[in-house]
């Protein structure tokens, strides 16, 4: 019994060393980003500092990696939070996508921001400085509802938000 530990032990050792070579692409862009959101709303320093500390290593082009992502495992799961964050919002390609996404993204990072749902509380274990204080929370959602606003002054309202289906009334 001892001898099957001590082989597993070994498979595990050489297994863990061998997935040290095999590392996913790192998500870093080079150069200006022609869709990113700043080319479509009007970013204040103050919030664009807000998005650079807490939200753009997962929704943008670029994340800044750590020392701890040379290791594997490791990379691989940060690279598929990476992955999963941008599938939801991409700020670098946000003027890429219909103005019903562009819209409904800003009213979820409202949400989001106000129940303390972003940044992961996984991300902010490593990253506390991507913890939002209540003024920063502010600061986004203010800046958020004031995106919305501009959209609702440039375009019809219909072109924004989806009308629900109204269901008919049966007597």
């Not at 203010?142 to 002054?153: C, H, P, Q, V, Y």
Request: contains cysteine.
């Amino acid at each position: 019994m001892k001898k099957v530990f001590k082989t597993i032990g070994w498979i595990l050792l050489l297994s863990l060393i061998a997935i040290q070579f095999f590392h996913p692409t790192k998500n870093m862009a080079a150069g200006e980003q022609p869709n990113a959101i700043t080319n479509v709303h009007s970013i204040p320093e103050n919030v664009n500092e807000i998005l650079k500390k807490a939200c753009n290593d997962c929704h943008s082009n670029n994340t800044a990696y750590p020392w701890y992502t040379k290791i594997q495992p490791v990379h691989w799961w940060l690279n598929n939070h990476i992955n999963d964050g941008k599938k939801e919002i991409n700020f670098d390609e946000y003027a890429n996508r219909p103005l019903r996404f562009q819209y409904r993204k800003l009213e979820e990072i409202i949400k989001q921001v106000k129940e303390d749902e972003m940044p992961l509380e996984s991300y902010t274990w490593v990253h506390k400085n991507a913890i939002l204080t209540p003024d920063e929370k502010n600061i986004l959602i203010n800046w958020a509802t004031a995106s919305m606003d501009t959209m609702k002054a440039h375009y019809p309202i219909d072109s924004l938000v989806r009308k629900k289906p109204q269901t008919p009334v049966t007597k």
